[in-house]
């Protein structure tokens, strides 16, 4: 039998003789299926498409790993390396023997954490490859989860995987939406890695928060209010969103609380600050 990969979503499911007749997370008004229906892929065929794990060292500590050509809504993973051990935040919906290398290279892996089920592409695939290192799920997001897997843990709330990372529960996009917070991220002043449970922008002084990204349904006032507060306890001057180079490269508290302060006056027909 087969996991099949979603090549909408990137979501890989429990392993079956024939692709599945849905996946139930483009199924969900946050996702879709497309208009030529849905299409499934093993990792096998992936490969002989051509596609390859891409990885780049974007400060110290923290290197990127996404797909080329990307998969699924294509985001990019996030390997963050500390004292204690290597973390990494989000996942993709491919692996490779380069992948798998450059992780060992950097050394290792001890967990597997995300902002939202859209990103959980071949997470159990990569715990495999790292001896069933924990997949770290928020309990608010169980159904979530299209392959059940003993490493798979729940949490909620917060959650320090390991000294120097917080999982913050953020709520929003998904109930249990999530950020990481690295306390040693960004020289020391602190990184917050969001995906898009908080979404890095095209103007990269600001960020933003919806329901639906692809179906455009916002959150409202109480939800950005909610998430905004989450993540004022943190320090952090860098925000790393869910795509290459989408950065907040530094004011990254002022950034998300001005973006919470116009979202909700924008919402709320209020047009001007104050």
Known sequence: MEAWVCRTCGVQQAPTAAPPAACAICQDER????????RWATLAELGAEGRHIEVRDLEPGLTGIGGDPPIGIGQRALLVQTPAGNFLWDCLGFIDEKGVAAVKERGG???IAFSHPHFYGVCV???QAFGGAPIYIPRADGEWVMRPDP?????EGTLAPLPGLT???SGGHFEG??????AGGANGQGALLTGDTITVVADRRFVSFMRSYPNEIPLSPADVQRIASSVRPYQFDRIYGGWWDRVVESDGQGAIERSADRYVRWVEGRREAG
């Open 31 to 38: 996702q879709y299926v497309p208009p030529q229906g849905q």
């Open 109 to 111: 892996l001890h967990g």
């Open 125 to 127: 695939e990569w715990s």
């Open 151 to 155: 490493a798979v843990t729940y949490w």
């Open 167 to 169: 999982l913050v529960q």
């Open 177 to 182: 939406s999530a950020v990481l917070h690295w």
